[in-house]
T-cell receptor
Framework: GAVVSQHPSWVICKSGTSVKIECRSL??????MFWYRQFPKQSLMLMAT?????????EQGVEKDKFLINHASLTLSTLTVTSAHPEDSSFYIC???????????FGNGTRLTVT | AQTVTQSQPEMSVQEAETVTLSCTYD???????LFWYKQPPSRQMILVIR??????QNATENRFSVNFQKAAKSFSLKISDSQLGDAAMYFC??????????FGSGTKLNVKP
């Protein structure tokens, strides 16, 4: 149980275009999902907290207009990287909890390369 | 603000031996949760073990155990009988009640055959 599916696992896009990444909780309802970014050989940096039916809460330094997060249902959150630039190339990971005191369950991550 | 510190960027252990990974954290809360996650080369984050701060007993999961020292704000992970499959990045994480997780910088564990 507690499976989180993330799609796509790998995407290459051209500079200036937008890319959407999906995060789905397959066997549970997730009122809250989290989006992380991970640079090579570094830790996970929280970008934003996605709440179903409301606006996402962004961490300091994360551009809201560049990283659009939508959490339209209890099983789906999306992260859209708008007007992507090479510096946006990174590994993006979503996660979700089954309940208030449960651990995080992670998706497989998405490797974004902007050329 | 909560911070999680892993002071060992990289460690090595011989197969079948025991290794301990260190983690310290800073918090003013009394009720919180601590976790160790493993990230193999596939980059999938896998929960290894968790500890509730209100529990004095150290958590154990098969070959994995923790040494939780609440007063010292220390949360180390011991891996016994190390196996080749244990080679990965290990992240210590902190969570206060229903809030977000904070991750340490990670420790890369190498297992030598």
């Amino acid at each position: 149980g507690a499976v989180v599916s993330q799609h796509p696992s790998w995407v290459i896009c051209k500079s200036g275009t937008s890319v959407k990444i999906e995060c789905r909780s397959l066997d549970f309802q997730a009122t809250t999902m989290f989006w992380y970014r991970q640079f090579p050989k570094q830790s996970l940096m929280l970008m934003a907290t996605s709440n179903e039916g409301s606006k996402a809460t962004y961490e300091q330094g994360v551009e809201k207009d560049k990283f659009l997060i939508n959490h339209a249902s209890l099983t789906l959150s999306t992260l859209t990287v708008t007007s992507a630039h090479p510096e946006d190339s990174s590994f993006y990971i979503c996660s979700a909890r089954t309940g208030g005191r449960s651990p995080l369950h992670f998706g497989n991550g998405t490797r974004l390369t902007v050329t | 603000a909560q911070t999680v510190t892993q002071s060992q960027p990289e460690m090595s252990v011989q197969e079948a031996e025991t290794v301990t990974l260190s983690c310290t954290y800073d918090t003013s809360e009394s009720d919180y949760y601590l976790f160790w996650y493993k990230q193999p080369p596939s980059r999938q984050m896998i929960l290894v073990i968790r500890q509730e701060a209100y529990k004095q007993q150290n958590a154990t999961e098969n070959r994995f155990s923790v040494n939780f020292q609440k007063a010292a704000k220390s949360f180390s992970l011991k891996i016994s009988d190390s196996q080749l499959g244990d080679a990965a990045m290990y992240f210590c994480a902190y969570r206060h009640n229903f809030n977000k997780f904070y991750f340490g910088s990670g420790t890369k564990l190498n297992v030598k055959p």
